[in-house]
């Protein structure tokens, strides 16, 4: 299927890595988290995008990168006419257009 088909944009990506981690208690967030951060930074020099399932609320930019440009575009086409008043903005949120 050609990348421009769908929203998915990665299609010739080699692996996919989705770091989730758990915990108990909630006096190792701090420490847990980091640990998460860490593992995610170091891993950053082989990756070649993001997947927008995957990311939690890191803000426009980051999700602009589950995208290729030409995608994004047509995303922001689709929300301009389907939900231009933003109603489902959780998450990955794709802004309208004023």
């Not at 930019?61 to 008043?85: G, Q």
């Amino acid at each position: 299927m050609p990348e421009n088909e769908t929203a998915f944009a990665h299609r010739k990506t080699p692996f996919v890595l989705n770091i989730h981690t758990r915990w108990r208690n909630g006096s190792d967030d701090r420490r847990c988290l980091g640990w998460a951060r860490d593992f995610h930074s170091s891993t950053q020099e082989f990756a070649q995008g993001v997947y927008v399932n995957f990311i939690s609320d890191m803000g426009e930019d980051r999700a602009k990168e589950a995208y290729t440009v030409e995608v994004w575009n047509r995303l922001v086409e689709v929300k301009n006419k389907w939900d231009p008043n933003n109603l489902f903005r959780m998450n990955q949120n794709i802004k309208p257009t004023p």
